[in-house]
């Protein structure tokens, strides 16, 4: 579900991963409400997934929105590294 090289953004809640996906959607950025990878934990269990050149923008409209994220990751050669 998660390519190479794709980033996935965490959240304390469904409430603000729908949200996120909302406003992400809003601006339209190509982004995927996913279940969270079981490599990383989530308080909710769900993710937003994206591709890597979007994670400035990504991060901007979440901020400019005052929902912040909580984790980035993205996936390298099957590991998960943090952005965030």
């Known amino acids: 579900m998660v390519n190479d090289g794709d980033c996935v953004a965490l959240f304390h809640s469904v409430h603000r991963v ?20 079981r490599q990383l934990t989530a308080d909710c269990g ?3 997934r994206y591709s890597y050149e979007l994670h400035s923008q990504v991060v901007q409209a979440l901020t400019e929105a ?6 980035a990751w993205q996936m390298k050669a099957g590991i998960y590294r943090p952005l965030v």
């Open 18 to 37: 729908m949200k996120a996906e909302k406003i992400l959607k809003g601006q339209q950025l190509d982004v995927l409400l996913i279940p969270a990878p």
């Open 46 to 48: 769900m993710a937003v």
């Open 66 to 71: 005052s929902l912040p994220l909580v984790e």
